[in-house]
């Protein structure tokens, strides 16, 4: 059960964190995104200390996780800019920063 955790990488914001790790999950690879609760604290830290980590359970399953972690970051990237003034990206329909849904 308890496997050798692996980082496996770090990723830009929490959003894209977890939508990794999401994907992952779908295919059968358990994950844990790491210092998430760091992010309150990011005035303090330097930014690479704050971002967030995907972790995947089971060291054993990395080559996968690599390949599947590969197809994720080179999906043509859907980019829109939210009405707040930010950019998402990473597939998201939805604003990571004010929550506003992606205009049709
Ligand atoms: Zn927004």
Do not use: K
Not at 12 to 35: H, K
Not at 43 to 57: A, N
């Amino acid at each position: 059960m308890l496997g050798l955790m692996q980082r496996l990488t770090q990723a830009p914001n929490l959003a894209i964190a977890t939508l990794w790790a999401d994907a992952l999950a779908v295919e059968g690879i358990a994950t844990s995104v790491q210092r998430q609760y760091l992010s309150g604290l990011a005035g303090e830290l330097p930014p690479d200390q704050c971002l967030p980590e995907v972790w995947i359970r089971d060291a054993g399953q990395e080559t996968r996780a690599r390949e599947l972690l590969h197809h994720l970051q080179h999906v043509p990237q859907r980019r829109w800019l939210c009405a707040c003034g930010e950019w998402v990206e990473g597939g998201f329909e939805q604003c990571w920063s004010c929550t506003r849904m992606m205009p049709r």
